[in-house]
């Protein structure tokens, strides 16, 4: 077995509780819990091409430090364990496998990336542990039936596509002679995914109007020829679907070559800190993206409670972090999920009733959710969040725009 990078983060525990519980009779653990001790495995590129995701993963062990040190569940501490992948699947095998066999994990939490949570899934499923709240929003982590194990979090990237997709129809409907829409994609399964929600947003009568369908690998050092190319083809839409470095680059180029297309970027990218500040506030101005977080740099929640919930938490566990990058705010509320789930449990902490609460939310409001946008999940709905609002970026912050949109309300 290579050498690994291995941060392990754990903290005292108390008891405050995130949810309400009625005590059961009697306790059942499956491997990963003890009356002390609830063991979360996780892996994140916090080297690599997508390093700029590591912040989630230092975000969410500081809200585990949080829990602990006002806590913990139900009386027990979370241990949470994780792994730099550097977004190689090779390595997250490895390391999933070690976490689930040697360090025997309760359940994976977040595991970042699509290609780096594929290739766990079905090892993951067969040893019917947890996959739960992956961050990745490709389709694929909402199939109960065939994989009963695996749950995604955010809006689903074709959910999120094809609401795009329909803001363009609506803006261009009448003049739709003009209308000229390029893209580009990260080419794994969630660039598939961002592609096939949008074209199907536009609706088969309206494909015509794409000129331009380029990929980008994550490994290539930078994405210039891709949008010179969409430039070529004559698009005034343009579809940013690019992991952070990626798409700072693809608007700082837009910019070079003087081109002024209507810019909708990937939710995945929307970090002002990451990917804006690096593109260039100047450069940025007016991008479109569609939020269901309440963004931190956003002054219009300066006195709300979950702001300021949020930020003395920041202050406190993560002094030196950035607030205006987006995946501390992200880690805060996917790891609010998993802490009701783990909550609701009681003392059955069997991965089985694990499974049973994730899919049991109904209407739950997690802290730095937008106004609106609540938690769902049933048996047969593995998709949490399903709802979105469009914003767009005026040269500081995000400015939310129009209302609460689903694929079916877009």
């Known amino acids: 077995m290579t050498k690994m990078n291995r941060r392990t983060f754990a903290a005292g525990s108390a008891a405050l509780a995130f949810s ?13 819990v003890t009356d002390k001790e609830i ?9 690599g091409p997508l390093s ?55 359940a994976i939490f977040q595991l970042l990336g699509t290609p780096t949570n594929t290739v766990v899934q079905k090892y993951l499923n ?37 609401i795009y997709a329909k803001h363009v129809l609506a803006k261009y409907k009448d003049n739709l002679k003009d209308l000229r829409i390029g893209m580009i994609y990260q080419n794994d399964d969630s660039g598939k995914d961002y592609i096939g929600g949008f074209l199907d947003g536009l609706g088969k ?36 679907d690019c992991a952070p470095k990626a798409a700072a680059q ?19 990218s929307a970090s002002v800190a990451a990917v804006l500040k690096p593109a260039g506030f100047e450069n940025s101005k007016g991008i479109i993206t569609a939020a269901y977080l309440k963004d931190a740099t956003d002054k219009q929640w300066v ?42 449990c009681g003392d059955n902490l069997t991965r089985d009733n694990l499974m049973k609460q994730a899919a049991s939310m109904k209407n739950l409001v997690v802290p730095m959710l937008l106004p609106g946008i609540k938690i769902n999940t049933s048996p047969t709905d593995f998709y949490p969040i399903q709802s979105v609002r469009l914003s767009a ?14 694929n079916e309300s877009a």
């Open 205 to 240: 009568e309206n494909e015509k109007y794409v000129t331009a369908k380029v990929s980008y690998e994550v490994t290539d050092p930078t994405v210039d020829s891709q949008i010179i190319q969409i430039k070529s083809s004559g698009a005034n839409v343009f579809f940013n």
């Open 20 to 32: 309400p519980y009625i005590a059961s009779a009697q306790k059942k653990y499956d491997p990963g």
């Open 303 to 344: 006195n709300d409670a979950d702001y300021k919930e949020w930020d003395a938490w920041m202050k406190k566990y993560l002094p030196d972090a950035n607030p205006a990058d987006s995946g501390n705010v992200y880690a805060y509320a996917v790891s609010s999920t998993m802490r009701h789930c783990l909550n609701a």
């Open 393 to 406: 970026f005026d040269g500081e912050t995000w400015q939310l725009f129009g209302d609460v949109l689903s």
């Open 126 to 162: 067969q040893k019917k542990v947890p996959q739960l709240f992956v961050a990745t929003g490709a389709s694929k982590w909402g199939m109960p039936k065939e994989f009963p194990w695996t749950m995604g979090w955010q809006p689903d990237y074709h959910t999120e596509a094809a």
């Open 52 to 106: 700029a995701y590591g912040t989630i993963g230092k975000a969410i062990a500081a809200y585990w430090t949080m829990v602990n040190e006002t806590g913990g569940i139900n009386g027990r501490r979370i241990n949470f364990l994780t792994y730099d992948d550097g977004f190689s699947p090779p390595k997250t095998v490895e390391m999933v496998r070690k976490l689930v066999e040697d360090d025997k994990v309760f």
């Open 39 to 47: 063991k979360l495995g996780h892996t994140n590129p916090y080297s």
């Open 250 to 268: 693809a608007i700082r180029k837009v910019a070079d070559l003087g081109w002024k297309p209507d810019h909708y970027l990937a939710n995945v």
